[in-house]
């Protein structure tokens, strides 16, 4: 008897791209091929449980969620069906693909705790700092002021994910991105408004979905969205070069979504360009830049405060006054450490500064990608 066929990555049917599939979102996950999305973001009912409509102190009404599409006969209810989402979710993502649910108190740590028990592996839990949170009106509790995204990998033995950690420091201005983020709620002229109304109770901004896209996806992903809503992931992904399959069940939001699409322009490839990790990036060889003329035999390096002094060798190692060996070896010799970065503790001296080496090798790997 034959044995049927492991479905992998490699063999399995692509997912349809750049569309919205109206319906029900479980049953729409089902109909997807096995491990065809790079990564997902839902943004799933919150579940609010309101039982009292809200007012301002000029009693005014607050617009909040009363949508049938938020409301669940119980707390088992919703479980059961964040679980079954969940599940359906977690088939159609690759084994190196990663998940990102929002949530307020309502819901967040009942998803989170569901998530853990069918496998993903939390990465992160997000916390987004609204800098213009609505205000508690009753002045009966702290003003809400966040919510909460999780990041997780679809199994703790995932030996892979993308994560874009240059890319997001640098759009940090060279600091490590940390996991608070302050980003305004979706207002002005972003929010859809439909004669005056809001499109969508719920729509998140743009900015939001940009990080989340930019720093866990990379151009030509596919990412899905269970909970399409007005298709601010849609708009997102298509804009950053990805490709997007939104599901949902509302046919008011799927024709909000396709217009607001419909305006949107993907960026260039010159554009798209970000920080890469110097892991994707060619390697180059201290004895490229030798080759290159950019650094001749018998110059000196120094260390920083120029501690030490190397030459270099025709062959692109250097030569200390009791060893020879790589830039990196030299480097741990002479500061009597288990390793170092050769290309960042060595410098060459140019009008009596000290320059670091790494940035002749940035200069050609600049030259090899033109």
């Not at 491990?35 to 409509?53: E, H, M, R, T, W």
């Not at 990663?98 to 740590?109: K, R």
């Not at 003003?143 to 990998?153: K, Q």
Request: hydrophobic share 35%; net charge positive.
């Amino acid at each position: 008897m034959t044995k049927p066929k492991k479905t992998t990555e490699k063999t399995a049917k692509k997912a349809p791209r750049d569309t919205i599939l109206m319906g029900d979102c479980i049953e729409a996950m089902n109909t997807l091929p096995e491990k065809s999305v790079d990564a997902i973001f839902a943004d799933p009912p919150y579940n609010l449980q309101l039982k009292d409509g809200l007012s301002r102190p000029d009693q005014s009404k607050v617009d909040a969620v009363t949508d049938d599409w938020d409301k669940f006969d119980s707390f088992q209810a919703y479980d059961d069906f964040t679980r079954r989402w969940l599940t359906a979710a977690r088939r159609v993502l690759k084994d190196t693909g990663t998940l990102w649910v929002i949530g307020s108190y309502h819901n967040i740590f009942r998803v989170g705790a569901t998530l853990q028990d069918i496998g993903y592996w939390v990465l992160n839990d997000i916390i987004w700092r609204k800098s213009n949170p609505m205000p508690n009106f009753r002045g009966t509790r702290f003003t809400n002021a966040h919510e909460t995204l999780i990041w997780a990998a679809k199994s703790a033995d995932q030996k892979s994910y993308t994560f874009n950690y240059h890319a997001m420091k640098a759009m940090n201005e060279d600091i490590q991105m940390r996991s608070d983020w302050l980003i305004p709620i979706c207002s002005g002229n972003e929010r859809i408004r439909i004669n005056g109304e809001k499109g969508h109770a719920t729509q998140k901004p743009e900015a939001l979905l940009y990080r989340v896209i930019m720093s866990s996806t990379k151009p030509g992903d596919v990412i899905l969205d269970p909970f399409f809503g007005s298709g601010t992931s849609g708009a997102v992904a298509k804009q950053l070069g990805r490709h997007y399959i939104g599901i949902e069940r509302e046919e008011r939001y799927v024709k909000i979504a396709r217009e607001r699409l419909k305006q949107v322009s993907p960026l260039s490839e010159e554009e798209l360009a970000f920080t890469p990790s110097p892991k994707d990036q060619p390697r180059i060889p201290f004895g490229t830049i030798i080759e290159r003329g950019l650094i001749t035999p018998g110059a000196r390096l120094f260390a920083p405060q120029r501690r030490h002094v190397a030459k270099v060798r025709s062959d692109g190692t250097l030569v200390c006054s009791d060893r020879s060996g790589s830039i990196h070896q030299i480097g741990a010799h002479v500061q009597g450490a288990p390793a170092c970065n050769g290309w960042t503790y060595w410098h060459f001296e140019e009008k009596g500064a000290l320059i670091p080496i790494d940035l002749l090798r940035q200069q050609v790997r600049a030259e090899m990608q033109l």
